[in-house]
């Protein structure tokens, strides 16, 4: 039976489903897309003009009854990680709903019928979070030291990276690279481009045999293998994550790079030494430094730098800044990276300037990390069942609706991903050629590189 834009199907007799039902239908009367909701009791209620782009279902009314409440586009993604609240069809789409709830304006007379509709809808049984909780992340981190001490830094790593190798494996490409790939054309596969990256990270470094290269935050060691074994270079990668120290210890062994490639389990602060390094890389790592830390991080990196040497750091960047408290950095800190921030791009040249660096170029590959996100989600969405073997149905949909999200962040311009390339600051001529030319030769140019 079909009620305006409200189907309904079948009739229900439960009351709290009618009364949700209410509440819903004036929610999201005005939503300027195409979507549908479906309750726990099966009514359907359709909303814009065609077929629906997604379908957001109810399983209980405590999502329903918080919508109401606190119209928190956070509290709808608790219950979609414990599987009470669950999205049918373009999960791109159903992720607009954030900025609709949070421009959503009610009446006063709304609003009160709202309130008592919603607390008539009474509460779900099962009141834990757990995981997802603000109560259990605050305990987690009770215990240690301040925001950015070498131990909270370690336990946040480990919440992040140390989840399961082979979850990461389902989704990342064949060398585990965790961070933007670069697409020298829009069809390459993740592989190819992730492949692409790494070479376009040893060329602008302008890497040679013989030279020492620093990775601060190594990952599962993609960087440092690759340029040892394609650019002739001594590698040493430096991680807080136990599993990435593990795998990179395996790798090197496997590949036969003990030589030339050395990993260790290492904050950056606590590398000895001054002018050690003939290049300094960092990708994908400066995001878990804390704004209030980047002239202890430049200033580390500048250190441990050898005159007339590179260091390129790769990162992402915010459209606004500082890390102001939004849905969007309480998502990030909450759920996925407890104690990451992110300036911007001129924020943080300028940090890099005033810790002796000159800033020599610099590049934006914003689109690049969308497309990497992209065929992130759908290589995790592929192996959602495997995803399940290593890790619990909340991890996964987290990371998915994470991991959404942020690709569309990147489209819209609110997040950022650049490569700035520095040096010490030095009188007379920079370490670097005169033109780009070079970082774009032929793969089967260059003293020193293997074909790729």
Known sequence: MRQGNRV????????????????????????????????????????GG??????????????????????????????YFLGKVDVEGDLYAALQLKNY????????????????????????????????????????????AGKHSRARDRQAVAFHYDVSDDFYRLWLDERMVYSCAYFEHADDGLDQAQRNKLDHLCRKLRLKPGERLLDIGCGWGALIRWAAVHYGVSAH????????????????????????????????????????????????MFEHVGIGNFPVYFG???????????????GITHDTEGWRKSISTAFINRYVFPDGELDTVSDVQRAMERSGFEILDVEALRPHYAMTLRHWVQRLEDGREEALRHVSEPTYRIWRLYMAACALSFEAGEAGVYQILAGRRVKGPHPVPLTRRDIYRSRTEGKGHEAA
């Not at 008592?116 to 259990?136: H, I, K, Q, V, Y």
């Not at 599993?243 to 062994?253: G, M, S, T, V, W």
């Open 50 to 79: 065609g077929a629906p782009e997604f379908t957001l279902v109810f399983r209980e009314s405590r999502p329903v009854r918080e919508l109401i409440l606190t119209r928190d586009p956070l509290r709808l993604a608790e219950a």
């Open 101 to 144: 709830l949070q421009s959503l304006r009610l009446s006063a007379a709304e609003k009160a019928a709202f309130l008592s509709g919603a607390l008539l809808l009474g509460n779900s049984a099962d009141e834990d979070t757990g995981r997802f909780s603000p109560a259990w992340r605050a305990s987690l981190f009770a215990r240690l």
């Open 8 to 47: 309904i199907l079948p009739l229900s007799a439960n009351a709290g489903a009618e009364r949700a039902a209410g509440i819903v239908q004036r929610v999201f009367r005005d939503y300027p897309g195409s979507m549908a909701v479906r309750l726990w009791d099966g009514q359907m209620l359709a909303f």
């Open 300 to 314: 580390t990196a500048r250190r441990l730098l050898k005159p007339g040497g590179l260091f390129l750091n790769h």
């Open 237 to 284: 990668g430096i991680t807080l994550s136990r599993n990435q120290y593990e795998h990179c210890l395996r790798q090197i062994a496997a590949e036969g790079l003990q030589d030339r490639v050395s990993v260790e389990l290492r904050d950056y602060r606590d590398m000895a030494g001054d002018s050690v390094f003939d290049k300094i890389v960092s990708v994908g």
